[in-house]
C-alpha cells in the first residue's frame, strides 16, 4: 500500500509500505478519510518519544471493511484498545487501562496509509449518506465530549454557565458543539491566530475573540501550555473548574494557591471511554454536532505539505482531512 511514513524530525515521505495484517478479531479497514491531530505534529517535530521514526502516523479515521463477515461496512474508527478486564476497563473508564494502545504508537502502525487493521469491537457503524471524511471528525470529537461530559459532571449550577475555551483548534471547537449539545449557549473561545478566528467567526458562527477578561464557570484549556493554565488559572471563578485537555507542554502556569483558596476543581481528560466515543458519532449523525464542515481536505501524497502548512499557522480550518486515494 502507499503511506506517509514519519521517516525522522520533520520527515514524512510518501511511499510503499507493507499492507497490515488483521490479528484474530481484527478487519482490515480501507481508509477513505484520515486527520491530522496534534499529536501527530508533536511526532512530526520530534516532541514525541513514544512514536520513533520509521512509523506511520495518523489516528483520526474513517473507512471501509473489507473481507469478513462486514465486508463493505462503512464504519469510523475508535483507534484506542483497551484490554477489557483491568479495573478501570470494568469501571467503563477504559482510557485509563494501564496496557491500553492506539494506532500510530508502536506496536500499531496508523492510519496515513491506504489500509489499517483494527479490531472489530473498534469499529462504529456509518449510516448511509452520511460524508465519510466527517465520520473521520469522531476521534477528535469524542476527546472534545469527553471533556465537556466531564467539566459538566463537576460544575455546581449555581455557580454559573458560562464557558471559555483556550484554543480554537479542533479540540476547542469541538468543545463548543459539545457543550452546546448538552445544552450550554453562553461560549467564548480564545483564539490568538487571527486566520484561525476570523474563520471560527465568519465560517463556524462561534463567539471567538483575541483575549477576554472576566470570570468563567468553566473553563477548558484546549492547548495545555504554561501560559493558558495561567489563563484558566486567572479566570477560573470560585467554586468554577478547570477542564485542561490540550498536551502542549508539560509543567508550569498552574496557580495552585488560587485554585485551592477559591475551590476550584482541575480535571485532567485523556482521549474517551468507548461509551463516549459512540455517543459522539450518535450525535454526529444526529446532527447535534453541527455542519462539520470545518475541514480542509488534501490529498494523502501531499501530506508533508499539509504537516508544514500547520506548523506555519497558515491554515484557517481546524482540521486537515487527507484522503489516501486521491
Given at each position: 500500500m502507499k503511506a506517509l511514513v514519519y521517516e525522522g524530525v520533520e520527515k514524512l515521505r510518501?511511499?510503499?509500505?507493507?499492507?497490515?495484517?488483521?490479528?484474530?478479531?481484527?478487519?482490515?479497514?480501507?481508509?477513505?478519510?484520515?486527520?491530522?491531530?496534534?499529536?501527530?505534529?508533536?511526532?512530526?517535530?520530534?516532541?514525541?518519544?513514544?512514536?520513533?521514526?520509521?512509523?506511520?502516523?495518523?489516528?483520526?479515521?474513517?473507512?471501509?471493511?473489507?473481507?469478513?463477515?462486514?465486508?463493505?461496512?462503512?464504519?469510523?474508527?475508535?483507534?484506542?484498545?483497551?484490554?477489557?478486564?483491568?479495573?478501570?476497563?470494568?469501571?467503563?473508564?477504559?482510557?485509563?487501562?494501564?496496557?491500553?494502545?492506539?494506532?500510530?504508537?508502536?506496536?500499531?502502525?496508523?492510519?496515513?496509509?491506504?489500509?489499517?487493521?483494527m479490531r472489530d469491537t473498534n469499529l462504529v457503524s456509518v449510516p448511509d449518506g452520511f460524508a465519510i471524511a466527517k465520520a473521520a471528525l469522531a476521534e477528535p470529537l469524542a476527546v472534545s465530549w469527553h471533556a465537556a461530559r466531564m467539566g459538566l459532571e463537576a460544575l455546581t449550577p449555581k455557580i454559573g454557565s458560562n464557558v471559555l475555551i483556550l484554543g480554537g483548534g479542533p479540540i476547542g471547537l469541538g468543545s463548543a458543539l459539545a457543550l452546546r449539545a448538552m445544552g450550554l449557549?453562553?461560549?467564548?473561545?480564545?483564539?490568538?491566530?487571527?486566520?484561525?478566528?476570523?474563520?471560527?467567526?465568519?465560517?463556524?458562527?462561534?463567539?471567538?475573540?483575541?483575549?477576554?477578561?472576566?470570570?468563567?464557570?468553566?473553563?477548558?484549556?484546549?492547548?495545555?501550555?504554561?501560559?493558558?493554565?495561567?489563563?484558566?488559572?486567572?479566570?477560573?471563578?470560585?467554586?468554577?473548574?478547570?477542564?485542561?485537555?490540550?498536551?502542549?507542554?508539560?509543567?508550569?502556569?498552574?496557580?495552585?494557591?488560587?485554585v485551592t483558596l477559591q475551590e476550584i476543581t482541575f480535571i485532567g481528560t485523556y482521549t474517551y471511554t468507548s461509551d463516549d466515543f459512540r455517543q459522539t458519532a450518535e450525535a454526529m449523525y444526529r446532527g447535534e454536532l453541527g455542519a462539520l464542515d470545518w475541514f480542509q481536505p488534501r490529498a494523502l501524497q501531499d501530506g508533508a505539505d499539509a504537516f508544514a502548512d500547520l506548523r506555519n499557522g497558515t491554515v484557517s480550518a481546524p482540521k486537515i482531512v487527507l484522503d489516501p486515494w486521491a
Open positions: 510518501f511511499r510503499d509500505a507493507p499492507d497490515p495484517v488483521p490479528a484474530p478479531g481484527e478487519h482490515l479497514i480501507k481508509v477513505e478519510a484520515t486527520g491530522i491531530c496534534g499529536s501527530d505534529m508533536h511526532a512530526f517535530l520530534g516532541h514525541d518519544a513514544r512514536r520513533p521514526a520509521p512509523l506511520i502516523l495518523g489516528h483520526e479515521a474513517a473507512g471501509v471493511i473489507v473481507g469478513g463477515p462486514r465486508d463493505g461496512e462503512r464504519v469510523t474508527i475508535n483507534p484506542l484498545v483497551h484490554c477489557g478486564t483491568c479495573s478501570a476497563c470494568a469501571a467503563g473508564r477504559e482510557n485509563l487501562c494501564p496496557s491500553r494502545q492506539i494506532i500510530s504508537m508502536p506496536p500499531r502502525e496508523g492510519a496515513f496509509g491506504q489500509y489499517v487493521a449557549d453562553d461560549i467564548t473561545i480564545v483564539e490568538p491566530n487571527p486566520v484561525r478566528r476570523s474563520y471560527l467567526i465568519d465560517h463556524c458562527g462561534e463567539n471567538a475573540v483575541d483575549s477576554v477578561d472576566g470570570l468563567y464557570a468553566l473553563v477548558v484549556d484546549a492547548v495545555g501550555y504554561a501560559a493558558t493554565r495561567a489563563r484558566a488559572s486567572a479566570l477560573a471563578r470560585p467554586g468554577g473548574v478547570i477542564v485542561h485537555v490540550g498536551l502542549g507542554e508539560d509543567t508550569g502556569g498552574l496557580d495552585v494557591r488560587r
